[in-house]
């Protein structure tokens, strides 16, 4: 199944490091952008009671809402990792992973960690030239997502991206900006 909705160029991918910050990220990002809901280390009846004051903010603010993990939480607009309806997304971290996502049925691919990120630290990252190979000519949208920032993002822009993804950048220290350029923002 095909998309219903627009597929975003923005997303906030959440997790239990964020705390209160999560509230700030949602009103930060633009209409239009992708909340990827993880919390993985909450337990079920908290990570729905959870799920269910993200899906409220996603709905007033316009924004797409991607459940990951197994259990259903609640009204979503897809799923990331698994097979499921609405929009699918798939993470790699190579480039088998990619082909193999795109085979799975991903409508799009989160590919990281391209740069440095708290989220893994001392995990090898992409970098530029091989994140550039890993997504030649794959027949899906790819989303950055390792250290990304605006700035970053446009840099990408040259490799094919379509869009960029962050914990932090959504959630800055205040001489911090999120703020976008060019087309892929």
Known sequence: MRP???LPHLWLMTDERMGDS??????????????????Y?????ERRALFAKVANVARRRGLLLV????ERLGRED???????HGIRTRAA?????????TR?????????PVFATRSHPGARALGRARLGLMIRNLPVPVIALGGMNGRRAASLQPLGIYGWAAIDAWTPTPSSSPRKRGPIS
Do not use: I, N, T
Request: charged share 25%.
């Open 4 to 6: 219903r909705h627009p």
């Open 22 to 39: 999560l509230w700030k990220a949602l009103e930060r990002l633009p209409r239009g952008s992708g909340v990827v809901f993880r919390h």
């Open 41 to 45: 280390g909450l337990g079920l009846a």
């Open 67 to 70: 459940r990951a993990g197994a």
């Open 78 to 84: 897809g799923v990331h990792g698994r097979r499921g």
């Open 93 to 101: 971290h190579s480039r088998r992973e990619a082909v193999a996502g």
């Open 104 to 112: 799975a049925g991903a409508d799009m691919l989160f590919v990281s």
